[in-house]
C-alpha cells in the first residue's frame, strides 16, 4: 500500500472554554525565506511562494525577496509606480469572510508610503469577473515597526474562490519600503449556538504529546518504529474540553507515531487499522464535527449512539477531512478506523453542552400555526423522530427553544 506524505503548516495551540470560540484560518501562507520558491531581485519579478506542508503554491509579482536574504517579502521601486501582487493558484472550498495580511515595514512621507491596498475574489483562475474589496489602512503606523495585522472582510462570501492580495506603491525613494509577511485566509464566522465549544488538538506541540503520553514521558525526533520507539503512542490520551481523545495500536501491525526529523515538521502518524476515538465525558454533551486540518483518512467509521453506522470520508486527498454528526442524531462516541496511512498536525473538534443556556428556554404553548422543529445546526427534522436534545421550534414568527428527554 503506497504512503501517502502530508505535511501540516497549522501551529494554532488552543481551547477556547467559551460558547463560540475564535475560527482558525483555513489556509494560511507565509512569505518567509522557507517558502519563496525562488531567488529573485527586483521589483518586477515574478515567483512562487510554496506551503512545503499541502504543496499549494501562490504566484507573487513585483515583489522582491533579495535572492531569499529576506524572511519576508517587499515591494516599491525606485523606477516608478508598481502593482504587487499575491494571487492563489488554486480556489478555496470554503467560503472566505477574511482575510488577514501581516506587515511589518511601513515608512513614513508621501513618497514611500503604500497608496491602497485590496482584496479580489473571483470564480476564475485567470482573475476574471472579480469583486474588489479595499483594505482599510487609515491605522496604519507612520514608521516602520513591530508586525501589524489588516484585516480585510469579503462581503459576498463563497465557496470554490480564488484570491489575489493587490498593493498599489508609489514610485519610492527608499525601494521595499512595505513588506507583507502573511496571509491568512479565514471561514465565515459560525453563528453563535448556545453551549457550542471548539477545540484544537494540536500534534505540533511536543509538550502537547509528551502531557498526554502514557509510556515514560518522553518522546524522541526522528524515524522509529520499532515497538519500543519513544514516539510509540499507543494509549496515548488527550483531553480538549469535555472530550476525551484516545489512540489505539488495535488491529494493526505498526502503532500511532508523533513524528518530527530534520525535513518532517512534528506531526502525527496514524496506519492501517489504527484508531482514534472520541468520547464526549460529560452529560448532555454530544459531538457536532471533527475536522482532520488537511488530514488523510480514507474508509472511516463511527459509531452512534443507538446503532453503528458506516461512512466514508472520502478518497485519499492532501484536503481537509471532516466528519459531521447526523442531523437527527446524538453522537457521544465517535470512533475513526483508519485504512490507509494518515499524517495531521491538527484536529479541530466541535461538540454541544446541552445543559448550558437552558434557564432561558421559554414554555411552549399550543397555537393556531403549526408547529416546525429545527435542530440546532438549523436543518429541519420532523417532530415524530425527535432524540433527546435541544431544539428550536418556529411557530409563524416566533421562534422558542425546547429540550426534548
Not at 529576506?70 to 488554486?90: L, P
Not at 507612520?142 to 459576498?156: F, K, Y
Not at 494509549?235 to 513524528?259: M, N, Q, Y
Amino acid at each position: 500500500m503506497p504512503r501517502l506524505s502530508l505535511l501540516l503548516l497549522l501551529t494554532i495551540i488552543s481551547f477556547a472554554s467559551t460558547r463560540a470560540s475564535a475560527q482558525d484560518p483555513v489556509v494560511v501562507i507565509a512569505t518567509k525565506i522557507a517558502n519563496q520558491g525562488s531567488y529573485v531581485t527586483g521589483y518586477d519579478k515574478e515567483f512562487k511562494l510554496i506551503d512545503r506542508t499541502s504543496g499549494r503554491t501562490w504566484t507573487a509579482k513585483n515583489f522582491n525577496n533579495n535572492n531569499s536574504a529576506w524572511d519576508n517579502i517587499r515591494c516599491g521601486a525606485k523606477t516608478g509606480a508598481t502593482t504587487a501582487t499575491i494571487t492563489t493558484d488554486f480556489a478555496i472550498t470554503d467560503p472566505i469572510g477574511s482575510v488577514d495580511v501581516e506587515v511589518s515595514r511601513y515608512k513614513t512621507g508621501s513618497t514611500n508610503r503604500m497608496t491602497s491596498m485590496s482584496l479580489l475574489v473571483s470564480p476564475n483562475a485567470d482573475m476574471s469577473n472579480a469583486t474588489s474589496y479595499p483594505a482599510d489602512i487609515s491605522g496604519l503606523p507612520t514608521s516602520t515597526g513591530t508586525a501589524v495585522t489588516i484585516s480585510i472582510p469579503v462581503a459576498a462570501p463563497a465557496g470554490n474562490m480564488y484570491y489575489r492580495l493587490s498593493v498599489e506603491m508609489p514610485k519610492v525613494s527608499s525601494e521595499g519600503v512595505f513588506s507583507v509577511n502573511s496571509l491568512k485566509y479565514f471561514p465565515v464566522p459560525e453563528e453563535e449556538v448556545e453551549g457550542k465549544h471548539c477545540g484544537t488538538l494540536d500534534f505540533t506541540d511536543k509538550e502537547c504529546i509528551v502531557a498526554a503520553y502514557s509510556n515514560d514521558g518522553t518522546i524522541a525526533s526522528g524515524s522509529e518504529y520499532a515497538e519500543s520507539g519513544t514516539n510509540n503512542l499507543d494509549g496515548a490520551v488527550f483531553e480538549v474540553g469535555d472530550v476525551c481523545v484516545s489512540l489505539s495500536k488495535a488491529d494493526g501491525s505498526i502503532t500511532p507515531r508523533w513524528w518530527e526529523s530534520n525535513t518532517i515538521s512534528p506531526e502525527l502518524r496514524l496506519n492501517p487499522d489504527n484508531t482514534m476515538t472520541f468520547t464526549t465525558v460529560k452529560d448532555g454533551c454530544r459531538l457536532l464535527e471533527v475536522k482532520f486540518l488537511q488530514g488523510n483518512a480514507n474508509a472511516t467509521y463511527y459509531n452512534n449512539l443507538d446503532a453503528s453506522v458506516s461512512t466514508n470520508l472520502g478518497a485519499s486527498a492532501l484536503i481537509d477531512k471532516t466528519w459531521n454528526a447526523p442531523d437527527d442524531g446524538i453522537v457521544n462516541r465517535l470512533t475513526l478506523v483508519f485504512s490507509d496511512y494518515c499524517r495531521c498536525g491538527s484536529i479541530r473538534i466541535t461538540y454541544i453542552d446541552e445543559n448550558e443556556g437552558l434557564a432561558g428556554i421559554e414554555t411552549i404553548t399550543v397555537g393556531e400555526e403549526p408547529a416546525e422543529y429545527y435542530n440546532l445546526q438549523g436543518v429541519k427534522v420532523t417532530s415524530h423522530r425527535l432524540t433527546p436534545g435541544l431544539y428550536i421550534i418556529r411557530r409563524g414568527s416566533r421562534t422558542t427553544k425546547a429540550l426534548v428527554h
